[in-house]
Structures are given as C-alpha cells and as structure tokens.
C-alpha cells in the first residue's frame, strides 16, 4: 500500500522548511511588520523630525530668521509662557472653551440627527445630502461666508432679526459675541461628520436587544437611555476622540474670521492662533515653538484621557 509523505513544517506552523536560514525564517515570522516598516519609518520621519527641530526652537532664542544665530536658554521659555497671565492662559482659556462647548453641541446635536436619520422613511437620502452639505465647503470658504452673514451693517443675519423686530447684534464684531459666533459656525460645519460617525455606528447595532426592550414595554426614551447609549457608547467615544482633537486645533475658521492676533481684543485668539502670530507677525520663533509645544502635551493629554475612557466603555 502507497505511503503518503507530508513536508515537513517549522515549529509553531508557519511553512519554513527546517533548512531554511535562521534570518528567512525570522523574516517570515514577522513579515507583517517587515511589509509595514517602511511606510512606519516614513510615518515617523514627518513627525519626528518636525517635531524634534520645533523641540529644539523651545529651548533657544530664536528670532527673526530660524536660520539666524541663537542661543540656547533651556526652559527660560517655558517659565515666560506659563507665567504669560496676559496672552497664554486667556488663549488655553478660549482654546478649552472653544473646544468643549463645541464638541457638546456638536455631540449632542449629532445624536439626535442620527436617530431621526436611523429608521428609513421617504426622502431620507436628499436629507441625508442636504445635512452633508457643509462638509464639501473649506474651512476658510465657510468662514468667509458666515463672515458676510454675520456683517453688522449689510449680513443677512441682523436683517433676519430687523424683520421680528430686534435690534442688529454685533455677531463677529463683538469682544464678547465673537467668541460663541465663531463656536455656531464650527457647530454648523462639523456636525454633519459626527451625525455620520453616530449613524455608522448605530446602523451596526442589533435589533433583537430593542425589540426585547420594546416587548417588555420601555418607552422610547428608556429604550434609547438603558439600551441604544450603552451600546453606542464606544461610538461616541470615538466620535468625541476624532472631532474634539480636530476642534482644539481649530485655525483656519478663526483666522477667516477675525484676522490675525483673534481680533482686536484678541477674543477669538486660541493657542493656534496665537503660536501663528508669534511666529508670522512677530517672527519669535522660540517662543512660538514652547507654546506649540505645550500645545502638543494639551492635545496627547487629552488624547489619553478619551482613549483611556473608550477603553472602559468597551468593557
């Protein structure tokens, strides 16, 4: 009777021949990190590098040419930003509440479209296009445009409101309405990627825990309170992760808006926009480079803070 022979296999089944050199089977049996090395190395080197040299700026007296001559003054910049009570902290002040009470808006109103865009029903992909619609325009053209709208003397919006008779409003030209202006048009903007983020996520949900909740009688809030938000919770999580760091990084809305140092009482000055004006309009670059660099810290921190919280919500 014919014998069949098998070939022989490595230890651990990865199909090297025992013959084979000790460095091909150790390619082989961490080829998946081989294939992704260079795209990893060239991930690193755009992050890397331009954050080393900006590291390195922190710590000199770079001024007006990054290639004029320096000297190093180790943490002497950190200690005149942090103790900055005049520029630094009202900007990490309106950056934090830029950030925050859009994300809440954004959050919160995002939800709500998602739900009513959740169960099918006539016209809900012209509905779908329209609520998408601020996602194709820039940020600059947006702000551009809000700009003219918000205008105290020609916008559209004091107009609106001459017509039910109230007074026109400052909008951008406000020190203290610029700020939340500025917050409505992020909010208009962005909401349209979180109600996708939310939809995505709720469209993978099963229906079998609703239509237990629905049989045993729970209302539709108690259904969405004690079924559908737990379950979406790691989906939110992200949503918030994605679009409150996009949100602290916010410039180019800010810019277009109110010009550069965040208008004349700098009212919309975040830390973007001023590490912008330290280094363009007044060419300090060591300065610029130490608040882009607690910036940096800002945004890791919260960075770990979310991930961390994703992590319990998935538990």
Partial sequence: MATVTTPRRAPGGAGVMPDTPGWARWANDHRKWLFAAPAMAFVAALIVIPLGWTAWLSLTDAEGSVRAESEFVGFQNYLDVLSDTDRFWPAVGRTAGF????????????????????????????????????????????????????????????????????????????????????????????????????????????????????????SSWQRFRHVTLPLLMPTVIVAILLRGIDALKTFDILYATKGRGGGSFHEVETLNVYAYGLSFDYNEYGVSSTVLILFFLIIIGSMWALTARRKEAKR
Avoid: C, Y
């Fill in 99 to 218: 950030t925050l009470v859009a994300l809440l808006f954004e959050v919160v109103l995002g939800m709500a479209i998602a739900l009513l865009l959740w169960r099918p029903f006539k016209g809900q992909k012209w509905v779908r296009v329209a609520i998408l619609m601020p996602l194709v325009a820039t940020p600059v053209a947006v702000g551009m445009m809000w700009r003219l709208i918000f205008d105290p003397n020609i916008g559209l919006a004091n107009q609106v409101l001459g017509w039910v008779g109230i007074g026109p409003q400052p909008w951008l030209a406000g020190q203290h309405s610029a700020l939340p202006t500025t917050i409505f048009i992020d909010v208009w903007q962005w909401t349209p990627m979180v109600v996708l983020i939310l939809l995505a996520g709720l469209t993978s949900l099963s229906e079998e825990p609703q239509e237990a909740a629905r049989i045993d009688g729970a």
